[in-house]
Structure formats: C-alpha cells, structure tokens
C-alpha cells in the first residue's frame, strides 16, 4: 500500500475533498420524470426542461437510469449500444445538451452503467449466435455445453434474478449464462476484449462531460472460476445473504481500480457508484477502497425497518465499515426497483421492499417525512428518488395488461411489481397525466395524484415538496451537516434516536406514541406538527440547533 493510501485510511473522511462526500443525489427515471414529444413516454429532452426544477429543490447531482439503445426488455438495462441513445429518449445531442444545461445550473450529472450484461441485439452477441459452436466471439460471453445425454439441462443450478434458469439454449445446443432476463446475456469479463471495450465507453461518455457513473451490478461481473453448482434452490432467497459463485467475487476489484486509473485522469473529481449487493457492510466498503470506487449504495440502511433499534444499529455498522476506507456512507430510502418507503413503512415491518398492499397510507407518509429527516442528518451523501419527495406511494393497483417489469412474466421469480414504484410523476394539473407530457403516461397515474403534483404542493408549508426543499437548505447552509462519519449519540427513550453532529441535534421517535423529551435547542425543521417542544410526537423527526 502507498503512502498516500495509507493516510487515507486513516483521515476522518469530513476532512476530504471530493464533492461526492456529502452530495445529494437525485435519480431520474427517464421514461417516468417528463415527456417533451407527447407520445407517453419521458425522455431527455424532458429532463432538460426540468433541471431547473431540481436546482431549486436544492439536490447536487442527477443520476440518469439508462437511456442507451435497447430493444427495453427490462426498461434499458439490456443495452444494444452503449454510445448511442435510444430514439424513444432522443438523440446524442439531447444527452449532450442535458450534461451542459446541468452544468451551467452547478448540476452534476451521473449516467448508469451496465456491464453485468448487454441485450441479445448487441452486436457482439448476434455475431457470436450466428458464428455457432467454437466461434472466438462466443469467448466474450458464457456459452456452454448442457448436461445431460444431448446436452438438454442447463450447464449448472444457477437461477436467475428474475426467476427460472439462468441458462438460455441456441439452435446449435450450446447455452448461454444470463443472470438477469434471457434478453441480457453476461458478458465473460475474463476476456480482454470485453475489458478494452469498457474502458473505452467510460472515456467516451467522460469525453462527453459526465461526472461520474453508477455502476449497475458492479458485484456481478466476476464469476467464481469453472461456474460451480450452488447445490440449493430458491437462490433468490440468498442474495444478499450468503456467499454466492457469481455474485462479489474477489475479482472485480482489479476491474475498478482499473476504472479508477481512468477516472483520475479526467478533471473535475469524476466519480464511480457502485450497486453492490453483499452479504455484510464490510464486504460493501472494499467496493470503496481509496483506490477504487467512490461511493456504493448503502443496500443495508435502505431494507431497514422503521424500528429504533434497527436502524441505531445499521447506522452505526455502516459508519464503521466505510471509516477504516476513508470513503463517505450513502443513505438510501427508495429507487426504481423497490417499493417506495412512503408504502413500505405503511406497512407492519419484515415484509421487505417488495410489496403488493398499498397500507395506511397516510402513516406511510409521516414515518416517510421523518425518515426524510433522518436520513439527510447523517453524515455522508443521500440519494433523493424522483417523486420521493412528492411524498408519492407506490402504485399497486395497476392492470396486468400494462406491466413491463419482465420479472412480473416469470412465476417462478420476483413478485415482479417494481413498476409500482415507476409511474410517471405528477406536475400540474387536476388530471392526468399532470403536466408530464401532451400524450398520456405509459403506466396510468391515480387519480388522488392530482393533490400530490408539485403545483399543489408548491408554496404549501406543510407539504412534503416544501419539506424537502426546506431540509435541503439547511443541510446545504449548516456547517455541522454533510460529510463526516460519526454522530455522537444522545440518551433517549426506547423507540427514540437522538444524536448530535457539532451544533446540530436529529430526535426521531419510531413509536406510535408521544413520548416526553427535554428540547436540546431551538426548532430549526420538524417533519409534523410540534405541539410542545417538550413533546416528540409519534413517528416524527424533528432538527435542533443548541
């Protein structure tokens, strides 16, 4: 290890540079933030329209999910050309003329990337299926001989993520290993094509001004060598939770730290995001490495139940693990692939992210403000989804005939409703689709979204729209919020954190109850009605400054 890394593992990370440390990030859905054309769906030139918007809300930087040319199998994460713009977003221009906008507005922009896996209509792929048996092409990927008398089973017990084998078979009998849809084969990163060809997208898109990439199932590239049997069914059941043959191999790590190497050559302070599912924090954090990736997504904090006890503990395993790396902790409530915590915390606690039954929804929406709250007086970088902060739930009653979520066509998958959570945010308007676009949405909005649009709730004091806006302010302004990693705690009542950062007090109590609680300062920001300042209301957040 260098000197230099070596310091840096030991530097309090509030003592860094590098804007990623306390960022706010806010994820667009592309197809579900505004439509420009009218034909239903979102794309950039919408996103363009609307920076000025997320200026406003007071957030630092914009992850775009993918916008790249895909026949949208599974909504853009099966990519046919990594350098081209699917026609339904727009055209390079557009992606050009969204990274310049952004830029003028102090905005940075973090577009996904996806190297797990491409789409079948990747050239590479087309070319290795065409080539048949023994085509060197086929090395970019994971063909493989069946089992069985005439190779009929699949070449291991490997299932997908979205349900059935994670094998495909071609004409010719060989199969190929895709860990996601049949549609998204995975790409054998053991082949230095494969290596050359990222390396040459990252500084395509960094040549084009992008600040940073987010980093799709960055603990997947690697697999474990020969491609072992799990020996056990239902793997689903052991994401996350166990050590698995094609999920957090040692390997990966070079791949970034290569990644690393090009990003330090560009200006500006470009940053690497990773999704990474791992089975501990400690795992997450080698991600983050000084001489690797920047940030990665705290997957821990966001499965969370909203539970005083529960999240002390994840809070404090988190800082922990990112503080021997020297890297900031991310906090997480919601993104595109789960239900949105303003219905999962509707909900009684242990039934996941995923969910069908919308709850009481307005308890959702209190324990979602005050987790709000939390979340953004911790130390480290939050991630902001879009309409979160319209204090939007998930859609659960929508017709089958409309869902895409290609997990929701596998029985033997997910429950396949992360569409719930993608329906196109409102704007204005008392009818739908609310100001997103001329032509509709491509998932039907609710009809109680009308009160929910950000012309509603603009200038309302009560709303959550404002409470973010308020928040964000004051997390941007006090000197005591933002980047650290260590919160000091306070004593507190069973159900209740109370912590402090400098000057800064956060009270949260997660209880259905008042409960009685000395005020430690002067009100900056509470996430309900305060009735006394000696009386934390139930499940509520509220900010001091002593």
Same mark, same amino acid.
């Given at each position: 290890m260098t000197q230099h890394l070596a310091e840096t593992l030991h530097t309090p990370t509030g003592t860094l540079p590098g804007w990623w440390r306390e960022a706010v990030i806010y994820q667009v859905y592309p197809r579900s933030f505004a439509d420009s054309n009218g034909d239903g769906m979102g794309d950039l030139e919408g996103i363009r329209s609307r920076l000025p918007y997320l200026k406003e809300l007071g957030v630092d930087a914009v992850w775009l999910s993918p916008f790249y040319a895909s026949p949208q199998a599974d909504a853009g994460y099966d990519v046919a050309d990594y350098r081209a713009i699917d026609p339904m977003f727009g055209t390079l221009h557009d992606a050009d003329a969204v990274i310049r906008d952004a830029h003028e507005l102090g905005l940075r922009i973090i577009v996904d990337l996806v190297p797990n896996h491409c789409s079948d209509q990747h050239e590479w792929f087309k070319q290795a299926v065409r080539e048949g048996a023994g085509s060197r092409l086929r090395e970019r990927f994971h063909f493989r001989p069946g089992k069985g008398a005439d190779g009929e089973l699949p070449p291991n017990d490997w299932e997908s993520i979205f349900g059935g084998p994670a094998w495909t078979r071609v004409p010719d009998g060989e199969w190929y290993l895709h #860990?996601?849809?049949?549609?998204?084969?995975?790409?054998? +990163?053991? $082949?230095?094509? =494969?290596?050359?060809?990222?390396? @040459?997208?990252?500084?395509? +898109? #960094?040549?084009?001004?992008?600040?940073?990439?987010? =980093?799709?199932?960055? $603990?997947?590239?690697?697999?474990?060598?020969?491609?072992?049997?799990? %020996?056990?069914?239902?793997?689903?059941?052991?994401?996350?939770?166990?050590?698995?043959?094609?999920?957090?191999?040692?390997?990966? $790590?070079?791949?970034?730290? @290569?990644?690393?190497?090009?990003?330090?050559?560009?200006? %500006?302070?470009?940053?690497?995001?990773?999704?990474? +599912?791992?089975?501990?924090?400690?795992? /997450?954090? #080698?991600?983050?490495?000084?001489?690797?990736? $920047?940030q990665a997504f705290n997957f821990q904090?966001? /499965?969370?139940?909203?539970?005083?006890?529960?999240?002390?503990?994840?809070?404090?395993? @988190?800082?922990?693990?990112?503080?021997?790396? %020297?890297?900031?902790? /991310?906090?997480?409530? @919601?993104?595109?692939d789960v239900t949105r915590h303003a219905t999962r915390f509707a909900n009684p606690p242990g039934l996941g992210t995923q969910l069908r039954e919308q709850g009481d929804r307005e308890l959702g929406l209190r324990r979602a403000r005050a987790a709000t709250l939390l979340m953004l007086a911790l130390p480290g970088s939050a991630y902001v989804y879009q309409g979160e902060e319209l204090g939007l739930p998930d859609v659960t009653d929508l017709p089958d005939e409309v869902r895409q979520d290609p997990s929701f066509f596998r029985a033997a998958g997910q429950d396949g409703f992360r569409d719930g959570c993608r329906v196109p945010i409102p704007w204005s308007g008392t009818e739908a689709p609310y100001g997103f676009g001329d032509g509709g949405s491509w998932l039907p909005q609710p009809a109680e979204w009308a009160e929910l649009s950000v012309e509603a709730q603009t200038g309302d004091p009560d709303s959550t729209l404002e409470l973010y806006r308020a928040a964000l302010r004051i997390r941007r302004e006090h000197a005591d919020l933002?980047?650290?990693?260590? =919160?000091? +705690?306070?004593?507190?009542?069973?159900?209740?954190?109370?912590?402090?950062?400098?000057?800064?007090?956060?009270?949260?109590?997660?209880?259905?109850?008042?409960?009685?609680?000395?005020?430690?300062?002067t009100v900056l920001l509470a996430s309900a009605v305060l009735e006394s300042p000696g009386t934390l209301p139930a499940d509520t957040a509220v900010w001091w400054e002593e």
């Open positions: #860990l996601f849809a049949p549609e998204q084969p995975d790409f054998n +990163w053991e $082949h230095p094509a =494969v290596q050359d060809e990222f390396r @040459s997208i990252l500084r395509f +898109w #960094l040549d084009l001004g992008a600040d940073g990439f987010r =980093v799709d199932v960055a $603990h997947g590239l690697v697999k474990a060598p020969g491609l072992p049997d799990i %020996g056990s069914g239902d793997q689903l059941k052991l994401l996350g939770n166990d050590v698995m043959p094609f999920f957090d191999q040692d390997g990966v $790590h070079e791949i970034y730290r @290569s990644w690393r190497r090009i990003l330090d050559e560009y200006e %500006g302070d470009r940053v690497l995001v990773a999704e990474a +599912w791992t089975p501990t924090v400690e795992r /997450t954090a #080698l991600y983050v490495r000084p001489d690797e990736m $920047h904090y966001l /499965t969370a139940d909203w539970n005083a006890g529960e999240l002390r503990k994840v809070i404090d395993g @988190s800082l922990a693990a990112m503080r021997p790396v %020297g890297a900031p902790t /991310t906090w997480v409530l @919601s993104n595109h933002g980047a650290g990693d260590a =919160v000091e +705690w306070l004593p507190a009542p069973d159900g209740v954190l109370a912590f402090r950062r400098g000057g800064f007090t956060c009270t949260v109590n997660t209880t259905a109850e008042p409960v009685a609680l000395p005020a430690p300062g």
